[in-house]
């Protein structure tokens, strides 16, 4: 028997334990109460971003498959798939966080500038994020969310995760330290490039291994 939206609205008011209780039920027999259309979660995802970057993950197609989580972007078919579950099962503000981190992984495959550093294998990112090291202190949610959250991903904590979780999880760019909030800025409040992605930088290559990039996250040298 299909729900709504609104039905999981007010499930979504219940205390912690009965509704987990009412998930575990609707899991029994494999309900997902309200499933938002991939178009629609599309729009949902992106409200705020500017108009350059909501055309551009606007062409994006969202599949919902018959799964209670998970799901990703696939670069070989230029898509996403996300599980219908997760409007029922980890919530409707959830739904729209695991969309915009999706989305920004096609942003990234997609955005001329920012496929560039991609393809140099993101030096740019790279040197944002170490001359940003020394800076944590002065932004606690950006620190706290690296060091408490980010980081202990392991292996999923790499430069083309960090890349998507960015604006996904800093609408503010006041929340980020200078460096970070400059090469993110355009994709969030859409400041112009502080710099062209796609000239070879003009430094001597920064080491590419994951262990370096999160220690200069974690604020190490």
Sequence with gaps: MPGSRAMLVLAERLP???LAS???S???KRRY???TPGEELVERALRG???DVRALAGRCRIIRTDARGGGGFYSDRNEIELAAGVETYEGLRQVE???CHELFHYVCWNDTRYRADEDQGFPYL??????SRKLLDAFPRYKGWVTQSFLRQGDHANPVEYFADIPTNFRDTAELPGPIRAHFAP???GSPPPYDLAHAPDWLADPTDLATFQRWLAGGD
Excluded at 126 to 131: C, H, K
């Design 16 to 18: 912690a334990e009965p």
């Design 22 to 24: 009412m998930r575990r």
């Design 26 to 28: 609707w899991w029994e």
């Design 33 to 35: 109460i309200y499933v």
């Design 49 to 51: 971003f500017p108009d």
């Design 97 to 99: 966080l695991s969309a």
């Design 126 to 131: 790279r040197r944002a994020v170490r001359e």
């Design 187 to 189: 994709l969030i409040d």
